[in-house]
């Protein structure tokens, strides 16, 4: 069954470094997401992407952010200079679109840790 | 705005008995409600999900919940609780934006124990 990955597992950076999270959606999938999961509260929605835009994004999802998917398989979540609250669990998810209500796939997820 | 409210951050059952899990949602326009579950240290899996056909929906593994209109309640269920079971479960809601799905909305989740 064809699933989402994401990479790396588990990334420790230090406060103000860079970062890029990594995730390759289901092959024919066209719309995706990047949630994240601080520790102990719920899952919330960072942003969309179809068609090489993003398509809604939360307050969250400052100029710290952006998203890419720079060939036909990844797509990515940059953050331009981490801080201490940033640190999360990061899920990434697709969805094959096309009028019918589909099911997100989620990865597995990326835990970033921010000292 | 759409928003969730799952009641009970914690439920401890008993191996065999039966299981509920509350979520009430909030939404101006017809929504689209799921049910994830997440295992320890695994991403979201679908468990079922309600998309105005059937107000009672099946799901994996045995669950099932049902879409109250007048409750604005999605409340997931499974009459005999396995081991195996054990996981966080999550509620979520969505709207369908001229065909393209939108973001989902969770609540913030439900711990579920299974004692043997």
């Known amino acids: 069954e064809p699933e989402v990955t994401q990479t790396p597992s588990h990334q420790v950076t230090q406060m103000g470094q860079e970062v890029i999270l990594r995730c390759v959606p289901i092959?024919?999938?066209?719309?995706f997401y990047w949630y994240r999961q601080i520790l102990g509260q719920k899952v919330e929605f960072l942003v969309s992407?179809?068609?090489?835009?993003?398509?809604?994004k939360s307050e969250i999802f400052d100029d710290q952010f952006s998203v890419e998917r720079p060939d036909g398989s990844n797509f990515t979540l940059k953050i331009r200079s981490t801080k201490l609250e940033d640190s999360a669990m990061y899920f990434c998810?697709?969805?094959?679109?096309?009028?019918?209500?589909?099911?997100?796939?989620f990865g597995p997820g990326t835990r970033l840790l921010v000292l | 705005a759409q928003s969730v409210t799952q009641l009970g951050s914690h439920v401890s059952v008993s191996e065999g008995a039966l299981v509920l899990l509350r979520c009430n949602y909030s939404?101006?326009?017809?929504?689209?409600l799921f049910w994830y579950v997440q295992y320890p240290n695994q991403g979201l899996q679908l468990l079922l999900k309600?998309?105005?056909?059937?107000?009672l929906v099946k799901g994996i593994n045995g669950f099932e919940a049902e879409f109250k209109k007048s409750e604005t309640s999605f409340h997931l269920t499974k009459p005999s609780a396995h081991m195996s079971d054990a996981a966080e479960y999550f509620c979520?809601?969505?709207?369908?934006?001229?065909?393209?799905?939108?973001?989902?909305?969770f609540g913030k989740g439900t711990k579920l124990s299974v004692k043997p």
């Open positions: 998810a697709s969805i094959r679109g096309g009028g019918a209500v589909g099911t997100q796939y």
């Open positions: 092959s024919n999938h066209l719309y």
């Open positions: 992407f179809y068609n090489n835009e993003i398509s809604e």
């Open positions: 939404s101006s326009v017809p929504p689209y």
């Open positions: 309600y998309t105005s056909a059937a107000t």
């Open positions: 979520a809601v969505s709207v369908n934006y001229g065909g393209s799905q939108g973001n989902l909305i």
